[in-house]
């Protein structure tokens, strides 16, 4: 059995759900998620709790049951409290501003990296070298953030870049000379 799929998602304060068929639509106080699973896994909806059960012990039905329980939870956590990811900018004249719903980023190309914020998705820049990406979805959430890094990916030797902000780099040694 399943060790994730076995557990019931709890409903937490404030947020409602709603079963049809297969899809499942979250409400709370940060906003709405909807998302359709797959047909054979079993979703239970009691006063306090969701069950998700599998008909067999195929390999296939194994992975589903812990994969859907994961999302459901996680639709649960977004619309009650939100995920949010940190971006930090190191180098030298590297840095980051937010004008309106745009993030505009100098990292070190001639010129500077503009990216708009998609729909449920916000950025915040704590400082000129610290990004946040918030919002209800998880999965976007991470995507986005994803996108941002791709902009300037860390480098090895001086760790120059956007990384996560819980990214470890593994530094290389530069050359000696003789």
């Known amino acids: 059995m399943s060790r994730i799929g076995k557990a019931p998602v709890t409903i937490l304060q404030g947020v409602d759900i709603k079963k049809d068929g297969q899809t499942l639509t979250v409400k709370g106080p940060l906003g709405q998620l909807v998302r359709t699973f797959h047909p054979e896994i079993g979703i239970e909806v009691n006063a306090d709790e969701i069950l998700v059960t599998r008909p067999s012990d195929s390999k296939e039905h194994r992975s589903l049951h812990g994969l859907t329980r994961a999302l459901i939870q996680n639709m649960v956590t977004g619309v009650s409290t939100g995920f949010t990811k940190g971006l930090e900018i190191s180098g030298v004249g590297y840095r980051a501003e937010k004008k309106g719903k745009k993030l505009v980023m100098n990292l070190g190309y001639s010129h500077s990296v503009e990216m708009e914020d998609p729909d449920g998705i916000e950025t ?19 995507a986005h953030a994803a996108n941002i890094r791709a902009k300037r990916p860390p480098e090895p030797y001086k760790g120059h870049g956007i990384r996560y902000s819980d990214e470890t780099i593994r530094r290389k040694e530069g050359k000696t000379g003789k």
Not at 124 to 131: G, L
Not at 134 to 139: F, Q, T
Request: glycine share 10%; with cysteine.
């Open 124 to 142: 915040v820049c704590e400082t000129n070298t610290k990004v946040q990406v918030k919002g209800i979805s998880k999965e976007a959430v991470g």
